[in-house]
């Protein structure tokens, strides 16, 4: 019933800003066309550390990055010059396509009180035919993502077609992706018509074939069956996958089917050719490991995703 429980790796996403990495994993760089997901918080800092938390200009290509929070707040920039808040319950969704790059400040104190932030990233890498596609960003209202209730059962689709919801959140492949909130005794199961399917307990906790799993583990669950999860307690969960892409190259914030096209990136971010935002381009994110080289001059070679 379950190929693989991927238990999240801490990680720093940036000075002082610890986050769950549950993908990509070793044994399984994609679940569908998602390629990343990390989960950030409950994040409390005093107010004179709040600059630590923010991420500054860095640069995508290949992908879709997809922002979700359970609370607190975010303010995202990006090249296209657009400036977006993101709140509590929003979907985000910025396609990096031929490069784009944007920041993540985190610049009210009140929206980190007493541990409110907390947020979940993916990255969605896109077909070989969208690539290169013009860079985009979406915000998505709640008002807009349909909800679904039952006895003990509370849900959003975030993106995608599941249990026969849809929404206007453009992708580009075939994928679900929701936002379960499960009472304690509920019983739920996975959409089907998906090769590959997850479940990614963010709380509280599910029993699944008489064993519970816990927060910070990725159910990945063996195609063509359809399980049962129970909630334990009152639990919180993402559900993610879809139609696989094929092999894809990963390395720092760049995505692609091609290895080439990697190395181009590298060289593209280091020589300024991916434009910072109009609105936040006093500082960046220099290119790891190459900052005195030109790219591809004994700088690692990306990773393989299959």
């Given at each position: 019933?379950?190929?693989?429980?991927?238990?999240?790796?801490?990680?720093?996403?940036?000075?002082?800003?610890?986050?769950?990495?549950?993908?990509?994993?070793?044994?399984?760089?994609?679940?569908?066309?998602?390629?990343?997901?990390?989960?950030a918080?409950?994040?409390?800092?005093a107010?004179?550390?709040?600059?630590?938390?923010?991420?500054?200009?860095?640069?995508?290509?290949?992908?879709?990055?997809?922002?979700y929070?359970?609370g607190?707040?975010?303010t995202?920039?990006?090249?296209?010059?657009?400036?977006?808040?993101?709140?509590?319950?929003?979907?985000?969704?910025?396609?990096?396509?031929?490069?784009?790059?944007?920041?993540?400040r985190?610049?009210?104190?009140?929206?980190?009180a007493?541990?409110a932030?907390?947020m979940?990233?993916?990255?969605?890498?896109?077909?070989?035919?969208?690539?290169e596609?013009?860079?985009a960003?979406?915000?998505?209202?709640?008002t807009?993502?349909p909800?679904?209730?039952?006895?003990?059962?509370?849900?959003?689709?975030?993106?995608g077609?599941?249990?026969?919801?849809?929404?206007?959140?453009?992708?580009h492949?075939?994928?679900?992706?929701?936002?379960?909130?499960?009472?304690?005794?509920?019983?739920?199961?996975?959409?089907?018509?998906?090769p590959?399917?997850g479940?990614?307990?963010?709380?509280?906790?599910?029993?699944?074939?008489?064993?519970?799993?816990?927060p910070?583990?990725?159910?990945?669950?063996?195609p063509?069956?359809?399980?049962?999860?129970?909630?334990?307690?009152?639990?919180?969960?993402?559900?993610?996958?879809?139609e696989?892409?094929?092999?894809?190259?990963?390395?720092?914030?760049?995505?692609?089917?091609?290895?080439e096209?990697?190395?181009?990136?590298?060289?593209d971010?280091?020589?300024g050719?991916?434009?910072?935002?109009?609105?936040?381009?006093?500082?960046?994110?220099?290119?790891?490991?190459?900052?005195?080289?030109?790219?591809?001059s004994?700088?690692?070679?990306p990773?393989?995703?299959?």
């Amino acid at each position: 019933m379950l190929d693989l429980i991927i238990d999240a790796r801490p990680a720093a996403l940036a000075p002082g800003f610890a986050v769950k990495r549950i993908l990509p994993y070793r044994l399984r760089r994609m679940l569908g066309p998602f390629i990343f997901m990390d989960h950030a918080g409950p994040v409390e800092v005093a107010p004179e550390q709040l600059a630590n938390l923010d991420v500054l200009p860095h640069p995508h290509i290949g992908l879709s990055t997809v922002s979700y929070l359970f609370g607190g707040q975010v303010t995202h920039r990006d090249s296209l010059g657009v400036e977006q808040i993101i709140r509590p319950g929003e979907v985000n969704w910025m396609t990096a396509g031929r490069g784009i790059a944007h920041s993540e400040r985190f610049e009210d104190p009140a929206a980190l009180a007493s541990g409110a932030l907390e947020m979940i990233q993916t990255w969605v890498a896109l077909p070989e035919a969208d690539e290169e596609q013009a860079p985009a960003f979406r915000n998505y209202q709640p008002t807009e993502l349909p909800i679904f209730t039952d006895t003990g059962v509370w849900m959003r689709l975030i993106a995608g077609d599941a249990f026969g919801l849809k929404n206007e959140v453009e992708t580009h492949s075939p994928l679900f992706y929701m936002h379960v909130v499960l009472q304690a005794g509920a019983r739920f199961g996975l959409p089907r018509g998906y090769p590959e399917r997850g479940a990614y307990v963010a709380k509280g906790g599910v029993e699944v074939g008489g064993r519970v799993y816990t927060p910070g583990q990725l159910l990945v669950f063996t195609p063509g069956l359809d399980p049962v999860l129970v909630a334990r307690e009152p639990s919180t969960l993402m559900l993610l996958g879809g139609e696989p892409l094929g092999e894809r190259f990963i390395w720092w914030n760049f995505v692609s089917s091609r290895r080439e096209r990697i190395e181009q990136a590298k060289a593209d971010w280091q020589a300024g050719r991916i434009l910072l935002p109009p609105n936040d381009n006093h500082e960046f994110v220099p290119l790891p490991n190459d900052r005195t080289r030109p790219a591809g001059s004994g700088s690692p070679p990306p990773q393989a995703l299959s």
